[in-house]
């Protein structure tokens, strides 16, 4: 569970072994699910907490069958967004700005 799952998955690779040994390193993001809230988010971690390995393998095939790599399309998503501005509209640069006399 995090607020954001590219910040997430680049701290994952910069630091493969603190919370897997060598033979379980992290190498591919192949399920994520967008929540609204934080509630909503704790109670499906929860819940998929207690699923076995055959039951998340099944919750992710249908969705992801060849379990490819899912981070290239969100890196490619995230530099395409636009994201809105401090006052909704972008700032001219100091160069351009109109100047009045």
């Known amino acids: 569970m995090c607020t954001d799952l590219l910040k997430t998955i ?3 690779s910069d630091m493969p072994t603190l919370f897997f040994d060598s033979a379980q390193q992290l190498n591919r993001l ?18 998929v907490s207690t699923y076995t390995r055959m039951q998340k393998e099944k919750m992710i095939r249908p969705v992801n069958p060849d379990w490819i790599d899912l981070t290239a399309g969100l890196n490619f998503e995230s530099g395409i967004r636009v ?4 006052y909704g509209r972008p700032s001219i640069p100091s ?6 006399v």
């Open 10 to 12: 680049k701290f994952y």
């Open 30 to 47: 192949v399920y994520f699910e967008e929540i609204n809230t934080e509630e909503q988010a704790m109670a499906r971690f929860q819940q």
């Open 83 to 86: 994201r809105p501005t401090t």
């Open 95 to 100: 160069a351009r700005r109109a100047v009045t």
